[in-house]
């Protein structure tokens, strides 16, 4: 299957440790032949370091990568060149990033830049986000606040979006659009 086939933008959502990542990398790997993995993580503490290290080992050296915890708009923009296929990973991340270290009036600026880069976008874009209004209710007006402004971030790109998939225990849902056969 040629790139030129595939859909422009595609959500990937999920909960924590549901497949979704590994599911973009792979849909990815399987179907372009150049791509950037944005990473929007900050590594604070030893764990989160760990993790990144097992995220990059997963990815393997053929990837492109830029880390960006704030203005993943302007890498969009500027830096997918050469690509045929950027992946941000994760949306959420990013928006906590934001919320923390801008404060929640920053957000709707932020979200809007992210939003026109997509609807500008010249190449294949993956994002991958957690669906975390599936959980409980936040014991936190802060925690209340972020779960809030994911959801609505998530609504606007599924908007946006040519193809939604909702992964569940490693598997893949198209929730909307319609992915091929070979890939779910």
């Known amino acids: 299957m040629s790139p030129s086939t595939h859909p422009d933008l595609i959500l990937v959502l999920g909960g924590a440790r549901s497949g979704k990542s590994s599911f973009a990398l792979h849909y990815i790997e399987d179907h372009y032949h150049t791509y950037l993995y944005l990473a929007s993580a900050e590594i604070g503490d030893p764990e989160m370091a760990s993790r990144v290290k097992h995220h990059r080992r997963d990815r393997g050296p053929q990837w492109g990568l830029v880390e960006?915890?704030?203005?993943?708009?302007?890498?969009?923009?500027?830096?997918?060149?050469?690509?045929?296929?950027?992946?941000?990973?994760?949306?959420?991340?990013?928006?906590?990033?934001?919320?923390?270290?801008?404060?929640?009036?920053a957000v709707p600026a932020y979200q809007q830049e992210l939003l026109q880069a997509l609807r500008k976008r010249r190449r294949a874009i993956v994002l991958v986000a957690n669906e975390v209004g599936l959980g409980i209710v936040p014991e936190t007006p802060l925690g209340r606040q972020f779960r809030d402004l994911a959801g609505r971030l998530n609504q606007e790109v599924a908007v946006l979006a040519d193809q939604v998939v909702f992964t569940v225990a490693g598997l893949p849902m198209t929730v909307k659009g319609g992915l091929p056969a070979d890939v779910l």
């Open 68 to 105: 960006e915890p704030l203005e993943i708009a302007q890498v969009l923009e500027k830096r997918c060149e050469g690509v045929e296929v950027g992946l941000v990973d994760c949306l959420t991340l990013w928006l906590s990033n934001i919320l923390l270290q801008k404060g929640a009036e």
